[in-house]
């Protein structure tokens, strides 16, 4: 079942209890997306490295899930800023980009989903 609109933002602080938090809800997170199901795995992979490099750098991290219109999902990782952030999510297939001011980064990966049937 993919919802047609949602936002969900978790923020977590640094630790590793975090990362598993994380992992948990990102999984739970799946069955909205309404990628298929190898297209949801790479995007999972992707953004548990995300979550867990800035988790490991030290700081806070939120990350909004959102489908606000059409088939497009937008996931926003916001942390630490880390050096490679204008390369993210090579091979998860997602549209990327990345805003730094140097100290924190906001990094958008953005997929067109389809609808489960």
């Keep these: 079942m993919a919802l ?5 933002v978790i923020e977590l602080p640094p630790g590793q209890d975090s990362l598993e938090m994380f ?3 990102s999984g739970l997170m799946s069955r909205y997306i309404g990628l298929p199901e190898s297209e949801a795995r790479n995007a999972g992979a992707a953004l ?6 800035r988790l490991a750098a030290g700081g806070t991290v ?4 959102a489908r606000t219109s059409g088939d497009a999902l937008t996931i926003d ?12 999510a090579e091979g998860a297939g997602a549209t990327a980009t990345a805003q730094s001011d140097g100290q924190r980064s906001r990094l958008r990966l953005v ?4 609808r489960d049937q």
């Design 4 to 8: 047609d609109t949602f936002t969900f």
């Design 23 to 25: 992992r948990e809800v």
């Design 48 to 53: 548990d490295k995300l979550v867990a490099e």
């Design 62 to 65: 939120e990350v909004r899930f």
């Design 77 to 88: 990782v916001t942390g630490p800023s880390l050096p490679g952030d204008d390369a993210i």
């Design 111 to 114: 997929w067109t989903a389809g």
